[in-house]
């Protein structure tokens, strides 16, 4: 569309002066703006909280572990060890997942245990309304001051019969729509102005990474145009404002309410149902029965290990090992059901993809399912970063219980070790603690939000190419 | 006497549309209140149906203190609107037939298609919806709705604005058919011609109370000069 | 009569009010017929879980159920299922049933450490919230009320037909309460219909279906009546329109984020974790020292052991179990408080009931099909019940020192499904009642001025 730029700024500059002399309009923006505000202030300190009583929690356990008194390595192997997870610093901004995963896991040895003690698990149902974030605000309730903004940007104009006037007076149809357009983006933009502050003085005081701080500024900024097109190109076919504004709370309603909450239905009726842990440890089980049972002598599997073992120390019998028998068979044990452990967990997640990847495929029909995924992935609250806290965990826990194997194998005598065998205290300090690392968001789900952003801007660029078929329409109806 | 106002009197804030307001209708009389913009005679229909609560006076219909019973004086007038609206998604019978059952008046088919017949609707349309009836026609509904009801009270609000010459007459026709009923009529106008062909009495309405009064006389009925003067001089004063 | 059925024929004629009607009663279908599959795929779950569950109930059984078993291996390696089955109400409101475990397999060690354990659950499918009758009723028949109501008087104004409609002899007030009265119904048709065939098809108790639509008539009745006021008071349709739009996320959306957000500051559950971590160091801790300090508060506790609890210095099973129900004994005052900060926050919701309609009808509508964060309690303490009938079943094995066979395997105790924990709490009741009747008693003051 190419407008006569000062009559677009012209048509945009009266139309905010309305929106500016409109008190209810007002006051919904400053509302919308304190909400924003308040979220994002309120969020920043509750994710402070969370993250102060994980770290304390964790400290409290790390201390605990080291002063365990003089043990037989085995025994602190199911003493184990409490994980918590992080919370990445632009939690603060999209909680994502992270109130129903469990952010605790106990780690012992050949067991893996679930993530325990998600927020939504020991909330009443008021959670399930959502959780007021600065991303609920401006997924949820920004499209709707949006749309109240815009709805009667033509319709009304229309209906007090001044886009005949208009015309009159040599405004093309291309223009007044650029103008609008120009007037209810801009609106936008100031609707994002909080979170964008905010947003940018996390990242500037370098408390949250920059990178992915200015794309989720990106793909709002996106989100919100979008809408803001849509407002201005539906009052612009709508009869009566009135019709405009029912046409686009209704499609507020599917886009935002109703979609999101049906997909999950349908992906789980129709993807295959994912395994319980139930079933998963049954399985893992008879599995690990198939490969062989180390108490039997006779075992293939085993007899076989034996003889490496034997033939890699040079002796005949395991009573002229230097090293613990009992400690060998139990790190081959563990390394066994890690490899099980790491299959099906590999398999459960690919299953759970399988279903996710059904729900953002639907992207493409609601722009609020690409947005809600690339704000998760970029605030590091998605799926896949807890993936990659479990991954990161269980490779923490086969170290783990591998390091204290050792122990055992090393400094257990393999003959005569008496009934209560121990070792020093002094080793649990040299056990590795948990070292979590906050994975790079950009690296760990590019793809993911490079697609999002995409689907994003389709919509967009889609929206913008209606304008000039509804420009023309415009211009026969004001005939 | 069927309709009858007293010393009305109504103040909307300081301003004061009502100014001792007085003069009545009699049954089978038509009755014009001619008067500019803004001269109080959609006010003066208003206290008649109840619609608003006079400051001072009072407005009776068939003896019935408006302000004491508003539902009782609703149920003896029937009022057509300046602009008929009525439910388009309805047709002319089932619209009559609601806003009968509304008024809790009797329904019986017989005494619609009595009316509709008696307003000159083409009986075709009928049964059609009112989506795409004319403006004489929605006019007509509204007064066959008026007759249906048999009360002894019609109030109009300027019925022939918009009316082209032909549907003007078939309305004075009609008109002269309720005067013959013993209907009292008050219509409420600044179509001085229409006024001046059907009206029994004028009534020329000016700073909130009548400013003269005509009757009419013999069949030349007014003098239609001498009534421009006095509305342009009503106008002037108002 | 007549009359109304004037009103259905007008109402039904207006293509909006008609749209609006036939989305809600097949919004309402699609989720009965959703949360009945769920409901069914919950049970099917539980049946495929109790399959697997029992092929492993049998290799235990093969493994030690020899004739010289031991009843301490038999116990450490033997899993026992537990399940908690939707009730025939569910269907309806699925509340926490998609996040809380409704499996769980249990062993005689420490029951606190065991109690927690989460089942797989996709928590990017659970994070916008089921699609169920609940959430047609709380978030959707709102709006459809909103379509309908929004314009009950502004739109005859707009239509031009106010004044004839005025002139009219009819009781003020009458005829919107008529309408309003139309719109109430047929709302509640839509919405109620399809969630009585489900009850219907999932044999649900006639008591809770009675409490069920009691609660979405109250909460539909509250919009219907807000409407009204909003529509008699306002100036313009999409004046009316909007305002109630702004009540609608006030009431639906802001007020309980705002209140959750406030909950879970005001009441922290961190309690969760410590208790597990107290549990961990009282259990382990009893390694490090005499074996009599974990036997005598033991046998204080069971008497009837007293006499064949003696213990010598190296492992063995009656110590080991002992220690486990000691550990968990150990931590019950912390278990207690953990419950108290859960009961708390669900109180407080209750209560919340008075500032939002909405939360007052999630509360009510999952207490009584029993899916909510009490009913998961509930099946916790039917497990805690069923932890406690292993002990017995075990105990006696142990400590006499019996041999744990086949036989015995077979005589194990088998989880009883826990009853209905359906309850209905006054105070929401309450709450919503008046809530909805004050928007009545408003609509009504607004009738009958806007006439006059």
Same mark, same amino acid.
């Given at each position: 569309?190419?407008?006569?730029?000062?009559?677009? +700024?012209?048509?945009?500059?009266?139309?905010?002066?309305?929106?500016?002399?409109?008190?209810?309009?007002?006051?919904?923006?400053?509302?919308?703006? =304190?909400?924003?505000?308040?979220?994002?202030?309120?969020?920043?300190?509750?994710?402070?909280?969370?993250?102060?009583?994980?770290?304390?929690?964790?400290?409290?356990?790390?201390?605990?572990?080291?002063?365990?008194?003089?043990?037989?390595?085995?025994?602190?192997?199911?003493?184990?060890?409490?994980?918590?997870?992080?919370?990445?610093?632009?939690?603060?901004?999209?909680?994502?997942?992270?109130?129903?995963?469990?952010?605790?896991?106990?780690?012992?040895?050949?067991?893996?245990?679930?993530?325990?003690?998600?927020?939504?698990?020991?909330?009443?149902?008021?959670?399930?309304?959502?959780?007021?974030?600065?991303?609920?605000?401006?997924?949820?309730?920004?499209?709707?001051?949006?749309?109240?903004?815009?709805?009667?940007?033509?319709?009304?104009?229309?209906?007090?019969?001044?886009?005949?006037?208009?015309?009159?007076?040599?405004?093309?149809?291309?223009?007044?729509?650029?103008?609008?357009?120009?007037?209810?983006?801009?609106?936008?933009?100031?609707?994002?102005?909080?979170?964008?502050?905010?947003?940018?003085? $996390?990242?500037?005081?370098?408390?949250?990474?920059?990178?992915?701080?200015?794309?989720?500024? =990106?793909?709002?900024?996106?989100?919100?145009?979008?809408?803001?097109?849509?407002?201005?190109?539906?009052?612009?076919?709508?009869?009566?404002?009135?019709?405009?504004?029912?046409?686009?709370?209704?499609?507020?309603?599917?886009?935002?309410?109703?979609?999101?909450?049906?997909?999950?239905?349908?992906?789980?009726?129709?993807?295959?149902?994912?395994?319980?842990?139930?079933?998963?440890?049954?399985?893992?089980?008879?599995?690990?029965?198939?490969?062989?049972?180390?108490?039997?002598?006779?075992?293939?599997?085993?007899?076989?290990?034996?003889?490496?073992?034997?033939?890699?120390?040079?002796?005949?019998?395991?009573?002229?090992?230097?090293?613990?028998?009992?400690?060998?068979?139990?790190?081959?044990?563990?390394?066994?059901?890690?490899?099980?452990?790491?299959?099906?967990?590999?398999?459960?997640?690919?299953?759970?993809?399988?279903?996710?990847?059904?729900?953002?495929?639907? +992207? $493409?029909?609601?722009?609020?399912?690409?947005?809600?995924? $690339?704000?998760?992935?970029?605030?590091?609250?998605?799926?896949?970063?807890?993936?990659?806290?479990?991954?990161?965990?269980?490779?923490?826990?086969?170290?783990?219980?591998?390091?204290?194997?050792?122990?055992?194998?090393?400094?257990?005598?393999?003959?005569?070790?008496?009934?209560?065998?121990?070792?020093?205290?002094?080793?649990?300090?040299?056990?590795?603690?948990?070292?979590?690392?906050?994975?790079?968001?950009?690296?760990?789900?590019?793809?993911?939000?490079?697609?999002?952003?995409?689907?994003?801007?389709?919509?967009?660029?889609?929206?913008?190419?209606?304008?000039?078929?509804?420009?023309?329409?415009?211009?026969?109806?004001?005939? | 006497?069927a309709l009858?106002a %007293?010393?009305?009197?109504?103040?909307?804030?300081?301003?004061?549309?009502?100014?001792?307001?007085?003069?009545?209708v009699?049954?089978?009389?038509i009755y014009a209140l001619?008067?500019?913009?803004?001269?109080?005679k959609s006010?003066t229909l208003n206290l008649f149906l109840g619609l608003?609560?006079?400051?001072?006076?009072?407005a009776?219909v068939?003896? %019935?203190?408006v302000?004491?019973?508003?539902?009782?004086a609703r149920?003896r007038i029937a009022y057509v609107p300046e602009? %008929?609206?009525?439910?388009?998604?309805?047709?002319?019978?089932?619209?009559?037939?609601?806003?009968?059952?509304?008024?809790?008046?009797?329904?019986?088919?017989?005494?619609?298609?009595?009316?509709?017949?008696? %307003?000159?609707?083409?009986?075709?349309?009928?049964?059609?919806?009112?989506?795409?009836?004319?403006?004489?026609?929605?006019?007509?509904?509204a007064i066959?709705l008026a007759?249906?009801r048999?009360v002894p009270v019609l109030l109009l609000d300027e019925p022939?604005?918009?009316?082209?010459?032909?549907?003007?007459?078939?309305?004075?026709?009609?008109l002269?058919?309720a005067?013959?009923?013993?209907v009292a009529t008050l219509m409420v106008t600044?179509?001085?011609?229409?006024?001046?062909?059907?009206?029994?009495?004028?009534?020329?309405?000016?700073?909130?109370?009548?400013?003269?009064?005509?009757?009419?006389?013999?069949?030349?009925?007014?003098?239609?000069?001498?009534?421009?003067?006095?509305?342009?001089?009503?106008?002037?004063?108002? | 009569?007549?009359?109304?059925?004037?009103?259905?024929?007008?109402?039904? &004629?207006?293509?909006?009010?008609?749209?609006?009607?036939?989305?809600?009663?097949?919004?309402?279908?699609?989720?009965?017929?959703?949360?009945? /599959?769920?409901?069914?795929?919950?049970?099917? !779950?539980?049946?495929?879980?109790?399959?697997?569950?029992?092929?492993?109930?049998?290799?235990?059984?093969?493994?030690?159920?020899?004739?010289?078993?031991?009843?301490?291996? *038999?116990?450490?390696?033997?899993?026992?299922?537990?399940?908690?089955?939707?009730?025939?109400?569910?269907?309806?409101? @699925?509340?926490?049933?998609?996040?809380?475990?409704?499996?769980?397999?249990?062993? !005689?060690?420490?029951?606190? #450490?065991?109690?927690?354990?989460?089942?797989?659950?996709?928590?990017?499918?659970?994070?916008?919230?089921?699609?169920?009758?609940?959430?047609?009723?709380?978030?959707?028949?709102?709006?459809?009320?909103?379509?309908?109501?929004?314009?009950?008087?502004?739109?005859?104004?707009? #239509?031009?037909? !106010?004044r004839l409609?005025s002139a009219l002899?009819?009781?003020?007030?009458?005829?919107?309460?008529?309408?309003?009265?139309?719109?109430?119904?047929?709302?509640?048709?839509?919405?109620?219909?399809?969630?009585?065939?489900?009850?219907?098809?999932?044999?649900?108790?006639?008591?809770?279906?009675?409490?069920?639509?009691?609660? #979405?008539?109250?909460?539909?009745?509250?919009?219907?009546?807000?409407?009204?006021?909003?529509?008699?008071?306002?100036?313009?349709?999409?004046?009316?329109?909007?305002?109630?739009?702004?009540?609608?996320?006030?009431?639906?959306?802001?007020?309980?984020?705002?209140?959750?957000?406030?909950?879970?500051?005001?009441?922290?559950?961190?309690?969760?974790?410590?208790?597990?971590?107290?549990?961990?160091?009282?259990?382990?801790?009893?390694?490090?020292?005499?074996?009599?300090?974990?036997?005598?508060?033991?046998?204080?506790?069971?008497?009837?052991?007293?006499?064949?609890?003696?213990?010598?210095?190296?492992?063995?099973?009656?110590?080991?179990?002992? @220690?486990?129900?000691?550990?968990?004994?150990?931590?019950?005052?912390?278990?207690?408080?953990? &419950?108290?900060?859960?009961?708390?926050?669900?109180?407080?919701?209750?209560?919340?009931?008075?500032?939002?309609?909405?939360?007052?009808?999630?509360?009510?509508?999952?207490?009584?099909?029993?899916?909510?964060?009490? #009913?998961?309690?509930?099946?916790?303490?039917?497990?805690?019940?069923?932890?406690?009938?292993?002990?017995?079943?075990?105990?006696?094995?142990?400590?006499?020192?019996?041999?744990?066979?086949?036989?015995?395997?077979?005589?194990?105790?088998?989880? *009883?499904?826990?009853?209905? /924990?359906?309850?209905?709490?006054?105070?929401?009741? !309450? *709450?919503?009642?008046?809530?909805?009747?004050?928007?009545?008693?408003?609509?009504?003051?607004?009738?009958?001025?806007?006439?006059?």
């Open positions: 569309m190419s407008g006569r730029p000062s009559l677009v +700024g012209r048509v945009a500059r009266e139309e905010w002066r309305a929106l500016a002399r409109n008190r209810v309009a007002v006051v919904a923006g400053l509302i919308l703006a =304190v909400l924003l505000a308040g979220s994002a202030l309120l969020c920043v300190e509750q994710r402070n909280a969370i993250e102060a009583s994980r770290e304390r929690h964790q400290a409290s356990s790390d201390r605990q572990f080291d002063l365990q008194p003089d043990r037989h390595p085995h025994r602190m192997v199911h003493y184990g060890q409490f994980v918590f997870r992080p919370l990445s610093t632009l939690a603060f901004f999209d909680r994502g997942v992270d109130s129903f995963t469990g952010h605790t896991v106990f780690l012992e040895g050949h067991r893996q245990n679930s993530a325990n003690f998600s927020e939504a698990r020991q909330s009443s149902l008021l959670l399930r309304f959502g959780e007021l974030t600065p991303a609920f605000v401006l997924q949820t309730l920004a499209p709707l001051l949006v749309i109240f903004l815009a709805y009667g940007a033509v319709a009304s104009e229309r209906e007090r019969g001044t886009l005949r006037l208009l015309a009159a007076q040599g405004l093309g149809a291309s223009d007044m729509l650029a103008g609008k357009l120009l007037a209810h983006g801009g609106a936008a933009g100031l609707i994002l102005a909080p979170a964008a502050l905010a947003l940018l003085i $996390a990242a500037l005081l370098g408390w949250a990474p920059p990178g992915p701080a200015v794309l989720l500024l =990106v793909i709002y900024g996106l989100y919100l145009a979008i809408w803001a097109v849509m407002a201005v190109l539906v009052s612009s076919l709508a009869r009566r404002s009135r019709d405009a504004l029912i046409l686009l709370v209704s499609i507020w309603m599917v886009l935002v309410v109703l979609i999101p909450r049906t997909l999950p239905e349908a992906a789980a009726r129709l993807r295959t149902q994912t395994l319980t842990r139930i079933e998963t440890d049954i399985a893992i089980h008879a599995d690990l029965n198939k490969i062989g049972d180390s108490h039997d002598p006779d075992d293939p599997y085993f007899s076989a290990f034996k003889a490496k073992i034997l033939a890699q120390y040079g002796v005949r019998r395991v009573e002229d090992l230097p090293v613990q028998w009992a400690g060998l068979v139990g790190m081959e044990g563990e390394r066994l059901t890690s490899q099980l452990f790491d299959r099906y967990a590999r398999e459960a997640f690919a299953r759970e993809q399988a279903q996710n990847r059904f729900v953002r495929g639907f +992207g $493409a029909v609601s722009p609020v399912i690409a947005l809600r995924q $690339a704000s998760m992935s970029l605030a590091g609250t998605d799926i896949e970063s807890h993936q990659d806290f479990l991954d990161q965990v269980e490779r923490y826990r086969y170290a783990f219980v591998q390091s204290l194997n050792r122990m055992q194998v090393e400094q257990i005598p393999n003959q005569g070790a008496g009934e209560d065998p121990r070792i020093a205290a002094a080793n649990w300090k040299r056990v590795p603690s948990f070292a979590y690392v906050a994975p790079d968001v950009l690296r760990l789900a590019g793809g993911r939000i490079a697609a999002n952003l995409a689907v994003l801007i389709v919509w967009l660029v889609a929206l913008l190419a209606l304008c000039a078929p509804v420009a023309r329409r415009l211009r026969e109806d004001a005939r | 006497m009858e %007293v010393g009305l009197e109504q103040n909307y804030g300081t301003q004061r549309v009502l100014r001792g307001l007085t003069f009545s009699r049954a089978g009389e001619l008067g500019g913009n803004g001269a109080g006010t608003a609560r006079p400051t001072a006076g009072s009776r068939c003896d %019935v203190e302000g004491s019973d508003p539902a009782a149920a602009n %008929v609206a009525l439910y388009e998604h309805l047709t002319a019978r089932e619209n009559i037939d609601y806003l009968l059952t509304l008024a809790r008046a009797d329904t019986a088919g017989a005494l619609i298609e009595e009316a509709l017949d008696a %307003v000159g609707l083409v009986r075709e349309a009928w049964d059609r919806r009112l989506g795409g009836y004319s403006k004489g026609m929605r006019q007509k509904v066959a007759i249906a048999r022939t604005a918009g009316l082209d010459p032909r549907a003007t007459a078939d309305f004075h026709r009609l002269e058919t005067r013959i009923r013993g600044h179509d001085l011609l229409g006024a001046a062909e059907v009206a029994d009495r004028i009534g020329f309405l000016a700073e909130g109370r009548i400013e003269a009064e005509l009757i009419a006389e013999g069949t030349e009925r007014f003098d239609v000069r001498a009534l421009h003067q006095r509305y342009l001089q009503a106008g002037a004063a108002a | 009569m007549n009359r109304f059925r004037y009103e259905l024929r007008l109402l039904l &004629r207006s293509r909006v009010a008609a749209a609006a009607l036939t989305l809600l009663l097949v919004l309402s279908a699609v989720a009965v017929g959703a949360g009945l /599959s769920a409901s069914a795929r919950q049970t099917a !779950l539980i049946d495929r879980v109790a399959t697997a569950q029992a092929r492993d109930f049998a290799a235990a059984t093969t493994q030690y159920g020899k004739p010289d078993g031991e009843a301490g291996y *038999a116990a450490y390696y033997t899993f026992h299922l537990t399940s908690d089955r939707p009730s025939s109400l569910a269907f309806a409101a @699925m509340g926490q049933r998609d996040i809380q475990p409704y499996v769980l397999r249990v062993r !005689l060690l420490g029951l606190q #450490a065991q109690l927690y354990e989460t089942e797989t659950v996709n928590p990017e499918l659970a994070l916008p919230g089921p699609f169920d009758f609940a959430f047609v009723l709380i978030y959707l028949a709102p709006l459809a009320v909103i379509v309908l109501m929004h314009d009950l008087v502004s739109g005859e104004r707009e #239509a031009g037909r !106010l409609l002899p009819v009781t003020p007030g009458q005829l919107w309460l008529r309408r309003a009265g139309v719109r109430l119904m047929l709302v509640l048709l839509a919405l109620l219909g399809p969630f009585l065939v489900g009850a219907l098809v999932a044999k649900a108790p006639i008591w809770g279906v009675a409490i069920l639509s009691l609660v #979405a008539i109250l909460y539909v009745a509250f919009w219907a009546g807000l409407g009204l006021m909003v529509g008699a008071w306002g100036r313009r349709s999409a004046f009316n329109a909007a305002t109630l739009v702004g009540c609608w996320i006030v009431l639906v959306l802001l007020v309980p984020a705002l209140a959750n957000a406030a909950l879970s500051r005001a009441i922290p559950v961190g309690r969760g974790v410590d208790l597990t971590l107290a549990q961990r160091e009282a259990v382990h801790h009893a390694w490090d020292v005499p074996r009599e300090a974990v036997m005598a508060p033991f046998v204080a506790k069971h008497p009837e052991w007293k006499d064949k609890a003696r213990v010598g210095g190296g492992f063995h099973w009656k110590w080991y179990y002992a @220690m486990h129900e000691m550990g968990d004994d150990g931590v019950a005052g912390q278990v207690a408080a953990y &419950r108290a900060s859960l009961a708390a926050r669900q109180a407080w919701t209750e209560r919340l009931g008075w500032l939002s309609p909405a939360a007052a009808a999630q509360s009510l509508v999952h207490r009584v099909a029993d899916s909510d964060l009490q #009913a998961h309690l509930a099946y916790q303490d039917n497990v805690t019940a069923f932890h406690r009938h292993l002990q017995d079943f075990y105990y006696p094995y142990l400590f006499s020192e019996r041999p744990f066979t086949r036989k015995d395997f077979a005589r194990a105790p088998v989880y *009883a499904p826990r009853g209905s /924990s359906s309850s209905t709490p006054v105070v929401p009741l !309450l *709450a919503l009642l008046v809530l909805s009747l004050s928007a009545w008693a408003g609509g009504v003051v607004g009738a009958r001025r806007t006439v006059s």
